[in-house]
Nanobody, 122 residues
Framework: QVQLVESGGGLVQAGGSLRLSCAAS????????MGWFRQAPGKEREFVAA????????YYPDSVKGRFTVSRDNARNTVDLQMNSPKPEDTAVYYC???????????????WGQGTQVTVSS
């Protein structure tokens, strides 16, 4: 059974930095396309970043491109999200998931972890 546990969230000032981590069990992150998603209060969950299993190619929506970086640590079996220069609009619960890449985004599975809260103060 696949379990994904997100961590690293917290309160950060706009313009600072934060690093999120997704620890996987029952799944080897180097063998799957992995993605980060977020959901702000009252909004739908949205795609944030992805890394492909084979070439390590990365994908980002315009809203975070140039500020967020997704990476994979095969030894730890984790997928990390480095958030630089976060903005208040980045405030959300962040989740990781896995699945095929379509339209330059991971199409996630139906099961989600508990996520990690990120709050960006202005």
């Amino acid at each position: 059974q696949v379990q994904l546990v997100e961590s690293g969230g917290g309160l950060v000032q706009a313009g600072g930095s934060l690093r999120l981590s997704c620890a996987a069990s029952g799944l080897t992150v180097s063998n799957y396309n992995m993605g980060w998603f977020r959901q702000a209060p009252g909004k739908e969950r949205e795609f944030v970043a992805a890394i492909s299993w084979n070439e390590g190619r990365t994908y980002y929506p315009d809203s975070v491109k140039g500020r967020f970086t997704v990476s994979r640590d095969n030894a730890r079996n984790t997928v990390d999200l480095q958030m630089n220069s976060p903005k208040p609009e980045d405030t959300a619960v962040y989740y990781c998931n896995w699945g095929p890449i379509w339209n330059m985004a991971v199409q996630p599975q139906n099961s989600w972890g508990q996520g990690t809260q990120v709050t960006v103060s202005s």
